[in-house]
């Protein structure tokens, strides 16, 4: 026969898994927003305003911070329109962003990319790109970030001639190859791992 104490100790297991239940959901759904949160908010750490990135912590393949990256990048699609960012640019803003947030070290990242093809116009000074495509070129600011984060820039000599381009109407902070081919192939050869677009 149970007595009033049996009841009453009952009665607060009862309430004491009760509550337990209460504070394991209000804790999973406060992790479960957390997460939802953290996605949704876009980050650009390196390359301010391109290449947005959503962190993801506990998501496989993450870039470890020990490892050392040779990248290399052949950027030869154009943009949608002239006044369209290439996508190409934005690629590689995303690289470095991503890899700065996993905590990858500067020092650590070899990024190279070349332009060729339809894409050749981009490496233009304003002034030449506005006499092509009668407007500013939306790619002066990236290529400045690239260029400041350590990005080696290439544009290749055959597309320019191709496109009847002269060499002095390139952005300064581009390097002028003979041709992509050569970068592609030396830089394939020193061990980069190769990004087509």
Not at 50 to 69: F, I, L, T
Not at 117 to 135: C, F, M, W
Request: net charge neutral.
């Amino acid at each position: 026969m149970k007595t009033d104490l049996d009841k009453q100790g009952n009665a607060m297991a009862k309430q004491i898994l009760g509550l337990g239940i209460i504070m394991v959901a209000l804790w999973v759904h406060t992790q479960a927003s957390y997460a939802a949160d953290v996605q949704k908010v876009p980050q650009h750490p390196v390359i301010k305003g391109y290449g947005k990135v959503q962190p993801y912590p506990g998501a496989a393949m993450q870039p470890s911070p020990e490892r050392h990256y040779q990248v290399l990048f052949d950027i030869t699609k154009a943009a949608d329109a002239p006044d369209k960012l290439n996508p190409g640019l934005d690629h590689v803003a995303r690289l470095l962003n991503l890899y700065a947030l996993a905590g990858v070290p500067t020092d650590h990242l070899k990024i190279v990319l070349v332009v060729h093809g339809p894409a050749t116009s981009i490496v233009l000074k304003n002034d030449a790109y506005r006499k092509l495509h009668q407007q500013d070129n939306p790619n002066s600011e990236i290529i400045h970030l690239l260029n400041g984060a350590r990005v080696k820039l290439y544009i290749c000599g055959q597309a320019l001639a191709e496109k009847k381009l002269e060499i002095a109407s390139v952005n300064p902070e581009i390097t002028l190859a003979v041709s992509a081919l050569t970068v592609l192939i030396d830089h394939q050869l020193d061990g980069y791992a190769l990004i087509p677009n």
